[in-house]
């Protein structure tokens, strides 16, 4: 797998796959997928790939259905590569971290478009437990769930244009806080109970339905 940051035509590449396979449930643009990404890796516990690549898709029922093996695994390359990199400036080069907001022409300006990014990184937060996350950090996500969470847009068109730039302003130092400090307090992550099954009774043993009588002669038939 190559190593580095994702050229544009990867870039547009992953956004295409996205669309087309994509569904209500599902991440529908690589800002998204960015946002994601960032909070799986700055998790309070370990996410497994299996995990997060199942919920990128909305659930194991939405997975696509691939043209070929290799588009699957030119996706789930891609996808690696690019969470590689953003792993690398989080931890160890955070100057160079910026969160990649989606973009958009209005009267032949590029408009900067964060909510993608910031729904994608409340998806990503909601698989796994964040309630340890201490009183003087709430500030930070809060930050990036002004931008996330639907309900807070009638805030978002109560501010003025200043303050609007701010609250975007805050979206990256508010990632990196929240990264820091879950590398820094791990937490553990929850044991998946193994299934297990009930010893079945051997054919002369009493059933254990508690009947009394052998189990060949009654739960078995």
Known sequence: ?????????????????????????????VAELDGMLTAVLSSP?????ADWLLALWGGAQHVPRWANDRERDHFVNLVLQHMDDVAERLSDYPDQYAPLFGTREE????????????????????????SALPAD??????????HGKEENFTRLEALSAEEYVDSVE??????????????????AAPVKQPVTREKTPGRND????????????????
């Open 107 to 130: 009267e032949g300006q590029e408009i900067t478009i964060v909510e993608e990014w910031c729904f994608g990184y409340l998806r990503g937060a909601a698989m796994s437990d964040w």
């Open 206 to 221: 009493p059933c254990s339905c508690g009947s009394g009588r052998k189990y060949k002669n009654c739960c078995l038939k």
């Open 1 to 29: 797998m190559k190593t580095g940051p994702l050229n544009e035509s990867e870039l547009e590449w992953l956004d295409d796959v996205l669309a087309r396979y994509g569904n209500e449930a599902s991440i529908m643009d």
């Open 170 to 187: 805050q979206i990256a130092p508010a990632a990196l806080a929240l990264h820091a400090y879950w590398m820094a307090n791990p937490q």
């Open 137 to 146: 950090l709430q500030p930070a996500f809060d930050a990036i769930a002004l």
């Open 45 to 49: 516990s370990d996410i497994e790939p």
